[in-house]
């Protein structure tokens, strides 16, 4: 299937770009790359440079006759949403808002959404499930709620088609290595740990270690890209074979604290780690991991890439 992946640059979306390519799709990239990665770009799709805050920009990469849309052009960083929710609802509301109406126009009735584990916002009880209730702690859970919400309401007055996945902790690099440009100023704990490890950063701040958990630092369920991307095809596939839309987590249902996370980079990378306790991060739940039964069972996917082992070590291929 021809198909349209916004932010096909990007870190995630580099990593879907590929295995869409993989399994037989034929993939167009639309990016303003802002955050993209130009050695990302895979040669086997084609690139359109243009910006989904552009009306006109999107109707016509709409007109290349793809199918479906995977859209992961969006600012990320939940603590920055705080600061400037302006960026966040221009970007994540009106931009995601113009390629929905544009897709309307256009007769392209497939979406998969980029959505966020922030949407659930502080856990009431763990690990959380789909039914958990919503009530995002920061704007940018906001942003991705909207948009769900949006995609329901498309649904039922115009016969939208979605899946709309909610990532737990992305990380990882491509376990084939292809994926080898980094992202720029990363705030996320793996590719900060990263950056210590090949010297880059002197050492890494931990955010409390007096939470509520076994070590007293915070437990966050990762996820590999790999994994991730696997689930955007397969979601495609749902999307073409069944009539029901997707709400669900990508989550491989194991919590690692920050400090486990720390050891096992020491022991992959071989370097030391400097760190120090610092105070809590604004924000930060103590603990956050997730059950995917529904991606199991609808879209029979399964994470295999998602230990911390092989989560560090595909990423200190690439940083080491
Ligand atoms: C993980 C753990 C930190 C950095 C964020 C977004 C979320 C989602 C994923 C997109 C926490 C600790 C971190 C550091 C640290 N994004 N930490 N020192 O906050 O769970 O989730 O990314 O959908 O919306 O909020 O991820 O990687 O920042 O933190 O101690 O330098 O590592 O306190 O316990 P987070 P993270």
């Given at each position: 299937?021809?198909?349209?992946?916004?932010?096909?640059?990007?870190y995630?979306g580099?990593?879907?770009?590929?295995?869409?390519?993989?399994?037989?799709?034929?993939?167009?990239?639309?990016?303003?790359m802002?955050?993209g990665v130009?050695?990302?770009?895979?040669?086997?799709?084609?690139?359109?440079f243009g910006?989904?805050l552009?009306?006109?920009e999107?109707?016509a990469?709409?007109?290349?006759?793809?199918?479906?849309?995977?859209?992961?052009?969006?600012?990320?960083?939940?603590?920055?949403?705080?600061?400037?929710?302006?960026?966040?609802?221009?970007?994540?509301?009106?931009?995601?808002i113009?390629?929905?109406?544009?897709?309307?126009?256009?007769?392209?009735?497939?979406?998969?959404?980029?959505?966020?584990?922030?949407v659930?916002?502080?856990?009431?009880?763990?690990?959380?499930?789909?039914?958990?209730?919503?009530?995002p702690?920061?704007f940018?859970?906001?942003?991705?709620?909207?948009?769900?919400?949006?995609?329901?309401?498309?649904?039922?007055?115009?016969?939208?088609?979605?899946a709309?996945?909610r990532?737990?902790?992305?990380?990882?690099?491509?376990?084939?290595?292809?994926?080898?440009?980094?992202?720029?100023?990363?705030?996320?704990?793996?590719?900060?740990?990263?950056?210590?490890?090949?010297?880059?950063?002197?050492?890494?701040?931990?955010?409390?270690?007096?939470?509520?958990?076994?070590?007293?630092?915070?437990?966050?369920?990762?996820?590999?890209?790999?994994?991730?991307?696997?689930?955007?095809?397969?979601?495609?596939?749902y999307?073409?074979?069944?009539?029901?839309?997707?709400?669900?987590?990508?989550?491989?249902?194991?919590?690692?604290?920050?400090?486990?996370?720390?050891?096992e980079?020491?022991?992959i990378?071989?370097?030391?780690?400097?760190?120090?306790?610092?105070?809590?991060?604004?924000?930060?739940?103590?603990?956050?991991?997730?059950?995917?039964?529904?991606?199991?069972?609808?879209?029979g996917?399964?994470?295999?890439?998602?230990d911390?082992?092989?989560?560090l070590?595909?990423?200190?291929?690439?940083?080491?």
């Amino acid at each position: 299937m021809k198909v349209l992946v916004t932010g096909g640059a990007g870190y995630i979306g580099s990593h879907v770009v590929r295995e869409l390519l993989d399994t037989g799709h034929e993939v167009v990239i639309f990016d303003n790359m802002s955050t993209g990665v130009e050695m990302n770009i895979d040669q086997r799709a084609k690139f359109v440079f243009g910006d989904i805050l552009n009306p006109v920009e999107i109707d016509a990469v709409l007109k290349e006759s793809v199918v479906a849309v995977f859209h992961l052009a969006a600012f990320k960083a939940a603590g920055e949403s705080m600061l400037v929710p302006e960026q966040y609802a221009h970007n994540n509301l009106t931009g995601t808002i113009n390629l929905l109406n544009s897709m309307l126009a256009n007769q392209v009735d497939k979406f998969i959404f980029s959505s966020s584990a922030a949407v659930y916002g502080n856990p009431k009880y763990l690990p959380i499930d789909e039914a958990h209730p919503l009530m995002p702690e920061n704007f940018y859970g906001f942003t991705k709620l909207e948009i769900e919400q949006i995609l329901t309401w498309y649904a039922k007055l115009k016969g939208l088609r979605f899946a709309a996945l909610r990532y737990f902790n992305a990380a990882g690099y491509d376990v084939q290595g292809r994926v080898r440009g980094k992202e720029r100023n990363p705030a996320n704990l793996l590719p900060v740990v990263m950056e210590v490890a090949a010297g880059e950063r002197p050492g890494l701040e931990v955010f409390g270690d007096d939470y509520d958990t076994p070590d007293g630092t915070g437990i966050r369920d990762y996820i590999h890209v790999n994994d991730l991307a696997d689930a955007h095809v397969k979601a495609l596939n749902y999307l073409t074979t069944n009539s029901d839309n997707l709400l669900l987590n990508l989550a491989s249902g194991i919590g690692y604290s920050v400090l486990e996370v720390i050891e096992e980079a020491r022991k992959i990378t071989g370097r030391p780690i400097p760190y120090e306790i610092v105070a809590r991060r604004t924000g930060d739940p103590s603990d956050l991991y997730a059950k995917s039964n529904q991606a199991e069972s609808k879209l029979g996917w399964k994470p295999r890439y998602s230990d911390l082992t092989t989560l560090l070590s595909s990423m200190w291929e690439i940083y080491k």
